[in-house]
Structure formats: C-alpha cells, structure tokens
C-alpha cells in the first residue's frame, strides 16, 4: 500500500507520531489530524519539511470529511489515567462519537481501519496473563471507567462496521508502552519515576508497589501495529511486552540504570488500580510472526536523552 494516503487520528500524541513516523517511512503519504487536548504539536516538529505530511487541527468529535484516504488508524484519546480522569467526558466522547465519525470515513472510501484498544479493557484481570478471549474485570461506573468503557464501546463499535458494512477493520489490545515523546508529566509511572530520578527527587511508588505491569519499547509496539495492519485479522490481538515487572523492581531498575540515588517514597494506591497485567502475545506471534525485541533496560537507555531533554526543559532560562 506505499504511496497511499493514510489518515492518523491521534497524531500528535505519543504514540499516534511515531505511527506517522513509521507510515513515512514506508513510503506513504500521511494526513494527521489531533484536537491537541493532550498531543504536543512538537511531537511532529521534525516532519515540517516532510512533503509527505500534512497536519489539520481537528476534533473528531465532530462528523468530518477530508477526501479520500486508504486508510484510518484511530489513535485520538487522551490515554494516561491522569489525563483521562482530568478529560472524563472529552474521553468518553472521542471514544464513541469520535470512533464512530473515523468508522464512517473508512466506510464511505472504502479504507481499511485499525483501532488503537488497550489492555484496560480486560479491567483488574482475573485471567492472568491475558488472553484476547477474556472479557475482562470492569469497575462500568469507577473513575478509570472513563477511558476503560469508552475503548470497549469502541471495540464494539469497529466490530459492529466490520459485521454490518464488512469494513476491514483491525483491533489492536495495546499494552503500557514508554519511550520519546511519553509526555514527561502525564503521570504515568515510567515518565513520572524517569523524572523524578533525573531531578534526584524521591520516587513516587504507589502501594506497595507489589502491582505488575509489563512494558514494551514503542518501536517494538509500532512494528506490530503496522504488521497487524496489513492483516486479515479483524478479532482484538494483544500486543506488548509479556515481560513482567513489579512496579517496585521497575522503578530500581531506572535507578540502576541512572545510577540515582533517589529514595523511593510509597504513596496510596489509587482506586481500581489493576494488580497485575501481562500480554499472552500468542497470537499476535502466530498470526503476525512479531514478538518484541528491546529489553525495558535496552528502552529506558533509548528513552534517556529524550527525559534528560525533558529535565533540562524545566530549568529556568539563565
Ligand atoms: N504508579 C506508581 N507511581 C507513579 C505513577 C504510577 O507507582 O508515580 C503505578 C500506578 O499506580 C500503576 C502503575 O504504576 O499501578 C502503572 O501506572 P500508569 O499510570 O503508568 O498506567 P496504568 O498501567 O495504570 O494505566
């Protein structure tokens, strides 16, 4: 499909640019759109000069219309839990309305579609590690429930234009995933310790930091996206890193790597927290051949100059 149009909602955001970087270089022609509720425009700085890009502020809330493209990838939603709590009905909102609007352009130009799921999907998983199959362990009316609600809606959304209008669509289950461009404040727990452990701050673990997550570097993540893309797949695939880690071995291993010193304070853990969450990646190996490949190490030591950037950002100007 190089030299096609492809339409990227959510493009300035984190992982929504880096998409657009990885569509780029395919040798496709990329029309990125984003409301900037949470997406940094400097996020696609360096793709001013790219002839091949075109950026619109746009909020796909609001049914739209911007020609002919071959493909939707629909990124757009605020995704940290600081963000989606601050941005509740915003979230509720690109989720459903939002997902809907992106449906009908890939229905009327006939373009293939892939979502951007999320683990949080399966809720506090009681099947561990989880499986596509499960249906997940949802609080419907907690304070996650938000962006937990709004992205299964949007699951049952994209299934509904691929079983009534036969649109061939994709769902990717997309688990916690850090690198450049995470915004630096956003409250996740990677940003947040690399931060802190840069700004020699105390560590912020909430808990007892005995919960689980399972990182994986955005360019492994990207790399199955795109591969999913071009799949005739269209039931949910995880993909993530299925290496575990306790959020307190997580945050040593940053100070391992940095060589901080930061001590490491415990604060209450927030409602509905998931305890523990790990991608069975089966099928995403079988159907794709992908698996992940950077260590959370390797991913943090390819993420450093970007929060060091971030650090230095923060000082005042001499
Ligand atoms: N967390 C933490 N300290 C922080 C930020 C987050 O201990 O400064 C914990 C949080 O409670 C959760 C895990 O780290 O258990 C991952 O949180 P994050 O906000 O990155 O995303 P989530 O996976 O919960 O959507």
Request: charged share 20%; hydrophobic share 40%; aromatic share 8%.
């Amino acid at each position: 499909m190089a030299d096609h149009l492809i339409l990227v909602t959510g493009s300035a955001g984190f992982l929504g640019s880096h998409l657009c970087d990885a569509l780029l270089a395919e040798g496709h022609q990329v029309l990125g759109v984003d409301n900037l509720a949470t997406g940094s425009l400097a996020n696609l700085a360096h793709l001013k000069t790219e002839p091949r890009f075109r950026f619109e502020q746009l909020d796909i809330c609001t049914p739209f219309d911007l020609g002919r493209v071959e493909y939707v990838f629909n990124f757009a939603s605020p995704a940290s839990p600081v963000d989606y709590m601050r941005l509740g009905i915003e979230t509720l909102r690109v989720g459903s309305a939002g997902t809907l609007n992106t449906l009908e352009v890939a229905k009327r130009y006939n373009a293939g579609y892939l979502h951007a799921s999320t683990s949080e999907c399966y809720g506090d998983p009681e099947v561990h590690p989880q499986v596509e199959s499960y249906w997940g362990n949802v609080n419907p009316i907690g304070p996650r429930s938000v962006y937990d609600e709004a992205k299964r809606f949007s699951e049952a959304a994209v299934s509904a234009y691929h079983r009534y209008h036969a649109v061939n669509t994709h769902l990717v289950r997309i688990f916690n995933t850090y690198g450049p461009r995470l915004q630096a404040n956003d409250g996740r727990v990677i940003s947040n310790l690399m931060m802190q452990a840069l700004r020699g701050e105390p560590m912020t673990i909430y808990g007892d930091g005995s919960q689980t997550r399972s990182f994986c570097y955005c360019s492994d993540l990207i790399a199955g996206i795109v591969l999913l893309s071009k799949s005739k797949e269209h039931a949910p695939v995880n993909i993530g890193n299925p290496t575990e880690w306790t959020i307190l071995e997580c945050a040593k291993e940053i100070q391992s790597l940095l060589g901080a010193t930061s001590e490491i304070v415990f604060k209450p853990l927030p409602q509905d927290d998931p305890l523990r969450r790990r991608p069975d990646i089966s099928r995403a190996q079988r159907l794709l051949g992908w698996a992940p490949k950077v260590s959370l190490r390797e991913g943090l030591a390819l993420s450093l100059d970007y929060f060091k950037a971030c650090v230095a950002a923060e000082q005042p100007q001499a």
